[in-house]
């Protein structure tokens, strides 16, 4: 009884918020190491089916989540316990380096603290559950996947399929929908992208999106069930046309340059997660249906 309280669920919530911080310092260990620990595998690959021996110190040095520890990246100085705080340590060193004071990249407390209000919007919202558990790993992976695809515009299947099938799971006991709107969903998400991607190239003779965008929307349809891909579509379709206009009006962006749908699509996806019903119901009871 002591949980089902509002002022328990505020303190619950409270309290996730610095368990939101600590995890988002780890995400953005994903986000930065992770696409390189994949260039550093292709690359050996490469090598191995070419015969050619690497004398790159790069492709030689051992790299994972956990090693090296955690270091400058333009003096390369390593980082102390008390300077990689969560959030804290980004204000008490003022956004600078201690040892060479570089700009330390605002990515890392916008990461710490998106994760931070994410995780404690997640725990007011649903409580200590089962369901609170599922959204919170799908909040935490598409944040790796929106900083990584915002970063290297990749979107990798290590991330996209494990998140697709852990849906697909959740929904064996109808979590979020039941298991075969699921499984369509799952269709429906990668057969669309897929389908626009063919018919943009047919007639421009150009690549419109990567395959990873089409994996994304497809594990988001195997959280959310089909009914959910027209609103997520056409969420991160205004949000993405919105920002490309503005930076294009702000000249931020070039024309040429190519824009990374995975964060659009990511957030839609949230949104969708979140207040999907909502927004549908209040759609529809506009026309009467």
Known sequence: MFLDTGLSIT????????????????????????????????????EDFLGVVSESEQAKETLSLSQPASRCPSCGVPIKPWHNIPLISYV???????????????????????????????????????????????????????????????????????????????????????LNEAVIGALGGYLSLWSVFWLFKLITGKEGMGYGDFKLLAALGAWMGWQMLPLIIILSTFVGALVGIVGLLM????????????????????IALIWGDKILNSYLSVFGL
Do not use: H
């Not at 310092?25 to 050996?44: A, T």
């Open 11 to 46: 303190a619950l919530a409270i309290a996730a918020f610095p368990f939101g911080l600590i995890v988002g310092s780890f995400l953005n260990v994903v986000i930065l190491r992770f696409p390189e620990q994949l260039k550093n595998s292709w690359r050996r690959e490469s």
């Open 251 to 270: 000249k931020t962006r070039e024309k040429q340059v190519p824009m990374a749908f995975g964060p659009f699509l990511a957030m839609a996806g949230w």
């Open 92 to 178: 008490f060193l003022r956004g600078k380096c201690r040892a060479c004071s570089t700009a330390i990249s605002m990515q890392y407390p916008l990461v710490e603290l998106l994760s931070g209000l994410a995780t404690a919007f997640i725990v007011y919202q649903f409580g200590l559950s089962l369901m609170a558990g599922y959204c919170l790993i799908f909040t935490w992976v598409l944040i790796s996947l929106t900083g990584i695809d915002f970063r290297e515009q990749l979107l990798p299947d290590q991330i996209t399929l494990p998140l697709l099938w852990l849906g697909l799971f959740a929904n064996l006991s109808g979590i979020f929908v039941p």
